[in-house]
C-alpha cells in the first residue's frame, strides 16, 4: 500500500524554540494533506488541511501563526511550531490523500511526538 | 457537529476467541464510517469503511463492521483474533457533504490479544 512517512519520529526542543514536521507521500502524489494532533487517551483532532500551492485551511481554535503549514509540492507538506511551549507537547500526524489509482483514500504517516521541556 | 464515542479504552480478550470494539457516532448529517488500526510506531493502516449499500462491511484481516442507522453504531467484530491483532483501534466518520474525506474520530480501544 501506498506510504507516508514522517520526520522526525520524536523531538524533544526547549521553549520557546521553533519545530518543523515533515509529511512525506512516498510513492503516490497528495494535492491534498491533513495535520492532525492526538493528546495521551484522547482522539485525534483535525488541525488543519494543507492544500499544495495554496494556503491551509485550519479547523476552529488552531492558532494559524502558530501552526505555520507549508505543502510546497505534491510529495511534502511541512508543519511547523512556532515559539514552543509545553503545552504544544503532543503527538503530530499528518495523512495524505490519493486520488489516483482509480480510489480516494487517505493514508496516515506514523506520527512525531513533539516534548516541549 | 459529529462525535464518535468508543466506550471501551481496553478490550482484553483470549486468543482465537471472538471479539467486538464498539462504536458509536452522533451526527446531524449523513456520514460515511471508517475503521482504522494502529500497530505500535505505526501509522493509521484503513480496516474498513462503509460509504453506502450493504450494512455489513467486510475489511481485511478477518474484520467486519455493521452499520445501523437506527442505532448510530458501526461496531467492528472479528471471529477469532490472533496474537498480532493487538494494537489500537480507531472509530471515525466524515459527513458525506465534506468534499473529502473530514474525519472525526474516537478516542481508540486497544485491544490486547492473550496468549
Known amino acids: 500500500g501506498a506510504v507516508v512517512s514522517q520526520h522526525p519520529s520524536w523531538v524533544i526542543c526547549k521553549s520557546g524554540t521553533s519545530v518543523k514536521i515533515e509529511c512525506r507521500s512516498l510513492?503516490?502524489?497528495?494535492?491534498?494533506m491533513f495535520w492532525y494532533r492526538q493528546f495521551p487517551k484522547q482522539s485525534l483532532m483535525l488541525m488543519a488541511t494543507?492544500?499544495?500551492?495554496?494556503?491551509?485551511?485550519?479547523e476552529q481554535g488552531v492558532e494559524k501563526d502558530k501552526f505555520l503549514i507549508n505543502h510546497a509540492s505534491l510529495t511534502l507538506s511541512t508543519l511547523t511550531v512556532t515559539s514552543a511551549h509545553p503545552e504544544d507537547s503532543s503527538f503530530y500526524i499528518c495523512?495524505?490523500?490519493?486520488?489516483?489509482?482509480?480510489?480516494?483514500?487517505?493514508?496516515f504517516g506514523p506520527g512525531t511526538r513533539l516534548t516541549v521541556l | 457537529a459529529q462525535s464518535v464515542t468508543q466506550l471501551d479504552s481496553q478490550v482484553p480478550v483470549f486468543e482465537e476467541a471472538p471479539v467486538e470494539l464498539r462504536c458509536n457516532y452522533s451526527?446531524?448529517?449523513?456520514?460515511?464510517l471508517f475503521w482504522y488500526v494502529q500497530y505500535p510506531n505505526q501509522g493509521l493502516q484503513l480496516l474498513l469503511k462503509y460509504l453506502s449499500g450493504s450494512t455489513l462491511v467486510k475489511g481485511i484481516n478477518g474484520f467486519e463492521a455493521e452499520f445501523n442507522k437506527s442505532q448510530t453504531s458501526f461496531h467492528l467484530r472479528k471471529p477469532s483474533v490472533h496474537i498480532s491483532d493487538t494494537a489500537e483501534y480507531f472509530c471515525a466518520v466524515s459527513p458525506t457533504t465534506s468534499g473529502t474525506y473530514k474525519y472525526i474520530f474516537g478516542t481508540g480501544t486497544r485491544l490486547k490479544v492473550l496468549a
Open positions: 495523512s495524505a490523500r490519493d486520488r489516483g489509482r482509480g480510489q480516494d483514500t487517505q493514508y
Open positions: 494543507s492544500n499544495e500551492g495554496s494556503k491551509a485551511t485550519y
Open positions: 451526527s446531524s448529517v449523513s456520514v460515511y
Open positions: 510513492d503516490f502524489q497528495a494535492t491534498t
